[in-house]
């Protein structure tokens, strides 16, 4: 399993706040209305739901609770202001 590592990406005038999430799998990034802890839990949900997707997909006949994927997770802060979503269980 990988831990998923969420980034408060800086506003640019053109674009609203965003939050990337990425692992070794792949990554995510969403629009966001600010970059509370709830939102980078929010978006490393989004990028894990994403990975649940395409096992199943993948793997006809998987149950979305068979995928690794689909554990619970845990968050906390780094200190450069980036958080960190290990999964447990």
């Avoid at 792949?26 to 802890?37: A, I, K, N, R, Y």
């Avoid at 490393?44 to 994403?50: E, M, P, S, V």
């Avoid at 096992?55 to 906390?76: A, C, I, L, P, Q």
Wanted: charged share 25%; with cysteine; glycine share 8%.
């Amino acid at each position: 399993m990988q831990a998923i590592i969420t980034k408060a990406l800086p506003w640019i005038q053109s674009r609203e706040m965003r939050i990337k999430a990425s692992c070794a799998r792949g990554s995510v990034t969403l629009g966001v209305s600010s970059f509370d802890e709830a939102n980078h839990i929010g978006v490393a949900g989004f990028l894990r739901d994403k990975f649940i997707e395409e096992d199943m997909k993948r793997y006809e006949g998987m149950k979305r609770e068979d995928s690794g994927w689909s554990k619970s997770f845990v968050t906390g802060s780094l200190p450069d202001g980036n958080y960190a979503h290990v999964f447990i269980n």
